[in-house]
């Protein structure tokens, strides 16, 4: 080490050591910069991954960018289509002096910023040749957008501004122009650092739109039917539920237009189902171009769809519906011609306040339109008669009250007190309650069957019964029945059911006694179902004539009777038995399938595997 032999040399090492203290603090500080860009980077990354709104992310970048690192003003500006024409918008700015500035001036002034598509300048050479470009000139650059501000509003804005220069940082979405991010800088200069930097946040904004983008496919595919890009059944529910909630509140009525496309089945039968997705979606088209922006357009499911009209009354409903009629009439398809619907119309506050009740009654307008020679509109009414769920009830009561089935009498007094609790209680209380006597008397000697079977049971055989045409009289009656037709088995010894073994010759005939049993023993004594029994005494009948008690086939099954056949059949086969496992719901559709023209009519057949694939 050299000895420090004079003033010269000590003067040397100290500017020496100066200089490397120097560097050292410039390099501690360039990291410090660098740690907190790479920290906001990571603020940013961890808002797209939270899957936040994107407004909320585009405000944390003008934040960000005016805050942790120093810029005086930040915004996203993005270049919208209206009507084939681009217009710049401000969809976030930083909160700071320059924007609370240039906002009380334009107040003061009576001015808007009304912001014009450039074709000249920084905001338009940066979007073209996609680079970041900075300019000291700032009346000149805001001009070349802003060309309705006057001159003494925009010096104004601009006096006694701390900006030096304004940075802009074009942004692409998709590899196609978005906008820009506008930056308001104290310096007249950029070094590469910065440079990089501001590069690495208009990459964040074009990642957070793409995810942006995703997540709103995520979410129109969760709400969205994909062959008519309508809305969903669960959406719809949703959406009724809350506009229940709605006029409630304000005292407002809606409307509710029910549709169902007529012959479809024909339709694919005839042209192939590619014909007859072209006629649901002519319904889908159809139904978009007469609706309101406030009206919810849905498909619920197969070819029935529903219109909620908020604010609208039954008068306004009848001539949305009959518009909707005649243009789907007027509709000239390919192949097919023209396709009709029958609709159904009914009004909250008008015909029920009860949810549940309107539902149904939108349902029983459709359904009587097209018993009534279909292609029409029927608005809803009331029937005078006595419901089914009074008839249902009534029932189990005298059957559970008399003890004619052998179950304990606490169950028995539990069971009536739930029934005769439902008097004055809303429909869907009513039904619920049934629903649930049903299945709990199931379980008394079916261990394996699960509460809520009895509601899918009835829910799928009325729609079946619906697509084959079956009268609203005797829909209600298979509603009693598919309620009340295996209470057979509640005579039966219950190890019967829980047996390992293959049933001997004796116990098959034993069980085959089951639907007789419920119809003589038990139902016939009672007067307001005598119309219910002949439907639970041939519902083991099979289509070849090989079932029983009668052996009757094909058309001389009563309809409702062959839909409770196939619908028992399929739910045994995915309830778990003593002697096998439950099958999966694909495996028991194969051998519903299987047994098609034998055991089960075809066309009924081919219908169910359509809905439970739907």
Same mark, same amino acid.
Not at 79 to 96: H, L, M, T
Not at 442 to 469: C, R, W
């Given at each position: ?68 690192l120093n ?93 030096r ?11 196609k ?19 990089d ?33 309508l ?42 189902? %590619? &014909?007859? =997705? ?7 088209? !159809?139904? @978009? #171009? ?22 609208v ?21 390919d ?7 029958s ?13 549940e ?17 279909r ?19 009534? %029932? &189990?009561? =005298? ?7 052998? !179950?304990? @009498? #606490? ?9 005769q ?18 299945d ?10 699960k ?41 039966l ?58 052996k ?28 096998r ?14 047994e ?19």
């Amino acid at each position: 080490m050299r000895m420090i032999r004079n003033k010269e040399d000590f003067l040397e090492v100290y500017e020496k050591n100066l200089k490397r203290e120097k560097d050292v603090a410039q390099r501690v500080q360039e990291i410090k910069v660098t740690n907190k860009r790479m920290l906001s980077l990571q603020h940013i990354l961890d808002m797209m991954n939270s899957s936040q709104p994107l407004s909320n992310v585009f405000q944390s970048i003008v934040s960000i960018l005016q805050e942790e690192l120093n810029y005086l003003s930040c915004a996203i500006v993005q270049a919208k289509e209206f009507d084939g024409e681009k217009v710049p918008e401000i969809i976030s700015q930083s909160n700071d002096s320059i924007n609370e500035k240039m906002h009380r001036v334009l107040k003061d002034s009576g001015e808007d910023l009304i912001l014009n598509y450039p074709n000249e300048g920084i905001f338009f050479d940066s979007l073209e040749k996609n680079k970041i470009l900075l300019s000291t000139d700032l009346r000149g650059s805001l001009r070349s957008m802003a060309l309705n501000l006057k001159e003494d509003v925009l010096r104004k804005m601009l006096k006694n501004a701390k900006s030096r220069a304004l940075i802009v940082i074009p942004l692409y979405t998709h590899e196609k122009p978005f906008g820009w991010l506008v930056v308001f800088s104290e310096r007249s200069y950029m070094d590469d650092n910065e440079t990089d930097f501001l590069k690495l946040f208009s990459q964040q904004i074009d990642l957070s739109i793409t995810i942006a983008d995703l997540f709103q496919v995520v979410k129109n595919q969760a709400v969205t039917d994909a062959l008519t890009g309508l809305y969903n059944r669960r959406y719809f529910n949703e959406f009724f539920e809350n506009e229940v909630l709605r006029a409630r509140r304000m005292n407002q009525k809606f409307t509710i237009i029910g549709l169902d496309l007529d012959h479809l089945k024909k339709i694919n039968d005839t042209y192939g189902h %590619t &014909f007859g =997705d072209l006629a649901i979606s002519t319904v889908a088209k !159809v139904l @978009k #171009a007469n609706a309101r922006s406030i009206d919810v357009a849905a498909r619920m499911g197969g070819e029935e769809f529903n219109i909620l009209l908020p604010g609208v009354d039954s008068q306004g409903g009848m001539i949305a519906a009959e518009r909707i009629r005649s243009a789907l009439e007027s509709e000239k398809l390919d192949t097919i011609g023209h396709v009709t619907a029958s609709i159904g119309v009914a009004t909250f506050f008008e015909h029920t306040d009860n949810p549940e009740d309107l539902i149904e009654l939108v349902d029983q307008a459709m359904y009587s339109a097209k018993q009534n020679g279909r292609n029409q509109v029927k608005l809803a009414k009331y029937s005078d008669n006595v419901s089914w769920q009074e008839i249902a009830i009534d %029932t &189990f009561v =005298d059957i559970l009250s008399k003890h004619k089935v052998p !179950v304990s @009498k #606490a169950l028995s007094d539990e069971l009536c007190k739930k029934l005769q609790d439902t008097d004055g209680r809303e429909r869907a209380f009513v039904k619920d309650t049934l629903y649930s006597v049903s299945d709990m008397l199931t379980q008394t000697y079916n261990p394996s069957h699960k509460m809520g079977i009895t509601k899918n049971k009835v829910e799928l055989a009325v729609k079946l019964a619906k697509l084959f045409d079956v009268s609203e009289q005797d829909i209600d009656k298979l509603k009693i029945a598919e309620i009340l037709y295996d209470i057979g088995n509640l005579m039966l010894p219950q190890e019967l059911f829980l047996k390992t073994e293959p049933l001997t010759d004796e116990e098959k005939e034993k069980i085959k006694e089951h639907p007789l049993i419920a119809a003589r023993e038990i139902l016939k004594p009672i007067s307001n179902i005598q119309d219910i029994i002949p439907i639970i005494e041939h519902h083991h009948e099979n289509w070849d004539g090989t079932g029983y008690p009668l052996k009757e086939s094909g058309t001389n099954i009563p309809m409702t009777s062959q839909i409770i056949l196939l619908l028992d059949s399929y739910f045994a086969l995915i309830e778990p038995r003593s002697y096998r496992k439950a099958m999966s719901k694909k495996d028991a559709l194969d051998i519903i399938e299987q047994e098609s023209g034998k055991k089960w009519n075809p066309e009924l057949v081919e219908t169910f595997i359509k809905i439970m694939k739907d």
